[in-house]
């Protein structure tokens, strides 16, 4: 809503959308609820604008935040590299340099998930990126090859985010379908089916493990929920299968009903097919 955006540059999320509506179908987001629990997590990922992850951290958060921060050497770095002063608004506060802020991520994110060691850098450019903020080097080329094995439309090139890394921070397309070949390649669709809070959890689950955000996802899902008019989809509306019937199966019904063929009763559980 104008005035209320919490989108601070409407320009890679405009320049976005169009690939979002053209790429979706290709990892089977094609009801409205799916849609309303896509935009709910790129949402709490990247506000829609924030396709680089930053390093502007207090010096105690980064030894809570990151475990590469909880060794000896660790600890001494996050005092030297970290920002003094906790409170954003206090008279003495300063933000971390950029030169720090590369210190901090390398260290943040070595030796783990294909990402080499600290002086290698790997940890600067497998920074979180994209709509997404996809994360270590291993999914950046798990990813690609995700893409070009699945989502590529007629003749397209092929990606390789390993060495086009910036491309997720600074082409819409490549933000865009990242995020995209993520909830595919995770099988997020198995749990984003359902217009509830739990649903939220279970999606959330897949997508960050500590839930981090957990209460915003789910307010910005019942945003979307809202102006997607997911409440006025028929079952069925807005689908588009070529091939494949998805059968929804709820677990929380109590009503039972007698077997004909013998003397015991089974739970009627509520079947919704899309």
Known sequence: TKGNSLIKDLTMIKSGLPYLN????????????????FL???????????LEEGFNYYWEALIS????????????NAKKWGRAIKDRNAKEYKAVTKANEENIVNWAYKDKNSNKNFASGDGSKYRGRGFKQITWKSNYKSLSEYFNSNMKIDNEASVDWVTNYKDLTYKSKDAMVSAL??????????VANENNAISVEKVTKKINSALKGLTERKQFFKNAVKILKVNDCLKGSE??????TVIIVSGTDTKKEKDPAQSIYWVMYKTSVY
Do not use: L, P
């Not at 790129?42 to 506000?47: F, L, T």
């Not at 921060?69 to 660790?74: A, K, Q, V």
């Not at 689908?239 to 494949?244: C, L, Q, S, V």
């Open 22 to 37: 053209k790429y979706r179908k290709k990892v089977g987001i094609n009801t409205c609820v799916r849609k309303a629990h």
């Open 65 to 76: 935040t990151f475990s590469a921060f909880t060794t000896i050497d660790g600890r001494k």
């Open 40 to 50: 709910a997590q790129i949402s709490q990922e990247s506000k829609f604008y924030d």
């Open 239 to 244: 689908i588009d299968i070529e091939k494949g």
């Open 181 to 190: 070949a993520y909830w595919a390649k995770n099988n997020i669709n198995s």
